[in-house]
Nanobody, 115 residues
Framework: QVQLVESGGALVQAGGSLRLSCTASGKIYNINTMGWYRQAPGKQRELVASITSGGSTNYVDSVKGRFTISKDNAKNTVYLQMNSLKSDDTAVYYC?????????WGQGTQVTVSS
């Protein structure tokens, strides 16, 4: 079994920055893709950013140029650096790993951006 633990969510003013972290533990042989999703109240969960085992990244248009996803393979950890935060970025952020062809989700961390 694989567990994901997230951290870094907080209340921040618009224009500020946060860095989210998500670390996987357990029986891990191969992490294929790591990603960050978010879900705002009354909205569907959406993909924010993802990074493959080869390092290829993908971002939703609304965060391009402001957010950066990165990973530390040795620590089984993915990061999301969020700069120039806007009120529209307020949501619960979830990490998702594809490990050995199985999907695993973190518990979610709240990011609130005050205007």
């Amino acid at each position: 079994q694989v567990q994901l633990v997230e951290s870094g969510g907080a209340l921040v003013q618009a224009g500020g920055s946060l860095r989210l972290s998500c670390t996987a533990s357990g029986k891990i042989y191969n992490i294929n893709t790591m990603g960050w999703y978010r879900q705002a109240p009354g909205k569907q969960r959406e993909l924010v950013a993802s990074i493959t085992s080869g390092g290829s990244t993908n971002y939703v248009d609304s965060v391009k140029g402001r957010f950066t996803i990165s990973k530390d393979n040795a620590k089984n950890t993915v990061y999301l650096q969020m700069n120039s935060l806007k009120s529209d970025d307020t949501a619960v952020y979830y990490c998702r790993f594809i490990v050995d062809a199985q999907f695993y989700w973190g518990q979610g961390t709240q990011v609130t951006v005050s205007s």
